[in-house]
Each structure stands twice: as C-alpha cells, then as structure tokens.
C-alpha cells in the first residue's frame, strides 16, 4: 500500500502549496483583523503576514520531511 | 453549460427557522443522510453472516477497516486506537461523499467549503480538548521546540503556533479544492464536446478529443476521489498524535 498520499507527484504539489497559502492567509486573517479591531494599521498586517509566511513555510518543509516533527528532536 | 451550476444548493423540504435563519433539507443534507444509511447499511448487511471465511461483501469491509486500523497504528502509535471509530467515520463519509460525486448527475457534498471545514474543525477540536484533558498544560510543550537558543524563543513559538492554528485551514481547503477543481474541470472539457459538436462533421471530429480527455479525467478523478479521503483520514492521525504524544 502506498503511502501518506505521495503516490502521484500531483497530490505532492496540492498537499504542499495547501500548506504553505494556509500559512499566509491565516497570517494575513490574523493581521488584518487585528488592524480592524485595534486601529493599528498596517502593522498588525505586516508582522502576522511575515509571521504567516514564516509558518506556511514551516508547514510546507515539515509535511516534506525536511524539519522534524513538532516537539521531538528527531528528525523524520 | 454553466460549470459552476452544478454546485447550486436546492431545497428540497423547509423544517423551520431558527433565529431567522431558514432550517432545510437542501440536496446536501439529502446525499449526507444517504452517505451515512449507506455505509451503515453495508457494513450491517455485510457483517450479518459473520463467516470465518468471509464473502466478497464482508472481506470488502474486513480489508477497509485493516486497511484505517493500519493507518492510525502507523501515524498514531497504539494508543492512537482509541480514535479509531473518529477516523474510519471521516474516511468512509468522506470517500463516500467524494463517489457520490463521481456519478453523473448527482451532487458533490465535499466540493462545498462549510461542510470540509466542519469536518477538519472536529479533527482540530478533538485535538485541543484530547490534548489539554490528557497532559493538562504539558501539551503546550508542542509549540516549544528543545534546544532553540532562548533569545529566538519567542519568534519560534509565534511561528508554531500560527502553524498550528493553519491546520484546519490546509486541511479542509485540500479536500474542497480538489473536488471543486476536478468537477469544474470535468464539467468544461465535457462542455467542450457539445460546443464543438454543434459545428457539424468536422466539429464531431474535433471534439474527440476533448472527449478522450474526458474520460482521462474521470479516471484521475476517481483516484483523486479516494486519495483526498486517504489523505484527510491520514493528516486526522497525524494530528491526533500530537494530542496523544506531545514532546514525546
């Protein structure tokens, strides 16, 4: 049986890309709804855009394998 | 002609209203109900003999409960066991759902985004809940990477935590995607034969093509079908091992 889902390099790149724009787009949420509430535009957009950005590609580079799993020390 | 027709929501029976919202059974909530009184029904008409050598029926749902029981031991340890029923729940609805859709004619629950982001909502929730209820505040460990100089920490674990919070998004936005863009892109390369067919003889010629196409797509289509099933039933696992295990 194969496995995680890897079998055709087309369900590889959805999985990936869903990852990494999840990022970014949780962040730019985030951000903007900060601005929205606390009137502190743009900085809430600019630092949880980067933050987002940051995330998305630690999500893409952990469901690669790349960087260990959350909370161990081994790598996968 | 229209591809995205296909998605409309029709309601078939109005219940009521609750807080001015209209309460209805709309053809979404008609394939949910069929999905779960098929799955049911198959796997009780299936089980019913309970054979040692079991027949095609029941060797069909022997090989789809081994084959979920496997992937939450693999990604989820022993212990990850106790969630069996959630996962192979999610996987059969959703594989289900996801075939329903490949029937011409019928509807595509899994291509609406509110229903997948419900369902990876429940994945999300029992994590967080399983996770504070069984290692109390040791389960924040997991947004705290070991050996990270202290002067980083703080960004780090901004980063972990917004990684975390995108899971429910990548997780349900992969399955809607999928089927939204596989059913539209069906839905235009099958347009494309009739466009090309109303041209007479040549245009018969030419929309061979598309027409193998077509079938093409079916084909990628009902693997995406039940890989997007697999791979949402696997994430599910992989996050409900860090609820089980967090920091190890």
């Not at chain 1, 709804?33 to 950005?53: C, K, M, N, R, Y």
């Not at chain 2, 759902?97 to 929730?125: K, Y």
């Not at chain 2, 347009?191 to 093409?216: C, K, S, Y």
């Amino acid at each position: 049986m194969r496995r995680q889902g890897e079998s055709s390099n087309l369900a590889k790149a959805l999985r990936l890309s869903s990852e990494f724009v999840a990022g970014i787009v949780l962040g730019g949420l985030i951000g903007w709804g900060i601005d929205h509430f606390a009137g502190s535009s743009p900085w809430g957009l600019i630092v949880f855009l980067l933050l987002g950005f940051a995330a998305g590609t630690l999500n893409a580079m952990r469901s690669a394998g790349l960087v260990a799993e959350r909370g161990t020390g081994k790598k996968d | 002609m229209d591809p995205i027709h296909q998605f409309n929501i029709t309601k078939f029976y109005i219940l009521g209203h609750i807080g001015g919202h209209e309460i209805a059974i709309t053809n979404s909530a008609l394939f949910m109900f069929a999905a779960v009184a098929i799955i049911i029904g198959g796997m009780l008409i299936a089980t019913a003999r309970r054979s040692l050598v079991p027949g095609r029926a029941q060797s069909v749902v022997e090989t789809s409960y081994e084959f979920v029981a496997d992937m939450v031991r693999q990604s989820a340890g022993e212990s990850g066991m106790k969630f069996f029923p959630l996962v192979f729940t999610l996987f059969s609805f959703i594989l289900v759902l996801n075939m329903f859709g490949m029937i011409p004619g019928l509807f595509a629950v899994t291509s609406h985004i509110v229903v997948t982001v419900f369902l990876s909502l429940v994945v999300f929730l029992t994590v967080v809940i399983y996770g504070f209820w069984h290692n109390g505040f040791k389960f924040l460990k997991l947004f705290v990477p070991s050996g990270v100089p202290v002067y980083i920490l703080p960004l780090i674990v901004a980063i972990e935590v917004m990684s975390f919070f995108s899971r429910p998004i990548s997780h349900s936005v992969r399955l809607f995607a999928n089927i939204l863009a596989g059913h539209i892109t069906l839905k235009v390369f099958a347009g494309f034969v009739a466009l090309l067919g109303g041209l007479g003889i040549a245009g018969w010629v030419g929309a061979l093509l598309p027409l193998a196409l077509t079938v093409a797509l079916t084909a990628l289509e009902l693997l995406v079908a039940f890989l997007q099933a697999y791979v949402f039933a696997i994430l599910t696992c992989i996050y409900l091992n860090d609820a089980i295990h967090p920091g190890h």
